[in-house]
Structures are given as structure tokens and as C-alpha cells.
């Protein structure tokens, strides 16, 4: 059974930093597509930044430059570095797993498996 687990949310100033974590288990951790989705109050979740299975990374235009993906295959860890938050980006933040190989693929659609989320709130 896959399970996944978000922590690292809170509450930042506009210009600040957080990171966010996904703990997975159930499943070979560096075999599945992953990534950060992000939904705010009254609009539709959408893709942050992706890593496929190969390790290829993708970032939405609004947060390149800005935030990180990374995944760490021994902890079974995935991360969300974010700097130079904003308040448009305050949201609930999940993570999602899918075995597929799913490249530059930000669509929350084509994910199978879903954390709870973790709320991160930039205040201006």
C-alpha cells in the first residue's frame, strides 16, 4: 500500500523560505514519478515541479527559479525547497506518486497516489 506523508508547511513572510517533505512508503521509492501540487482557496489544484523516474525535473513557470525538487531514494524522501516565497503562493501543498514514467508531466490528473497536504501560508 502506498503511502504518502507531507510535513514542513507553515506559516512565512513574503521573501521567506520553507521546505517542504513527502515520506513514502509501500512501494521502491526511485521507481515512481513524483511531485509538489499546490491548491488555493477557490481555484483548481495545480503542478509545481515534477521529477520523473529518471530523475528529470520540471517546474511550473511561476515557481522556476524560485523552488526545488529533489528526492532523496535512501530516505524515501521527497523535498520542496522553496525561497523567495510570495503570497500568491500560499496554498495546500501535496505530494503525489505514480509508477508510470511520467515526464514534465504537471497535470495532478495523470498522479494515482495522494497525500494530505500541508498548508503554507506567506504573508505580505
Known amino acids: 500500500q502506498v503511502k504518502l506523508e507531507e510535513s514542513g508547511g507553515g506559516s512565512v513572510q513574503a521573501g521567506g523560505s520553507l521546505r517542504l517533505s513527502c515520506a513514502g512508503s509501500?512501494?521502491?521509492?526511485?521507481?515512481?514519478?513524483m511531485g509538489w501540487f499546490r491548491q488555493a482557496p477557490g481555484k483548481e489544484r495545480e503542478g509545481v515541479a515534477t521529477?520523473?523516474?529518471?530523475?528529470?525535473?520540471t517546474y511550473a513557470g511561476s515557481v522556476k527559479g524560485r523552488f526545488t525538487i529533489s528526492q532523496d531514494n535512501v530516505k524515501n524522501t521527497l523535498y520542496l525547497e522553496m525561497n523567495s516565497l510570495k503570497a500568491e503562493d500560499t496554498a495546500m501543498y501535496s505530494c503525489?506518486?505514480?509508477?508510470?514514467?511520467?515526464?514534465?508531466?504537471?497535470?495532478?490528473?495523470?498522479?494515482?497516489?495522494w497525500g494530505q497536504g500541508t498548508q503554507v501560508t506567506v504573508s505580505s
Open positions: 503525489a506518486a505514480d509508477p508510470r514514467y511520467l515526464l514534465g508531466e504537471l497535470r495532478p490528473s495523470e498522479y494515482r497516489h
Open positions: 509501500g512501494y521502491f521509492f526511485g521507481s515512481f514519478s
Open positions: 521529477i520523473a523516474s529518471d530523475g528529470t525535473k
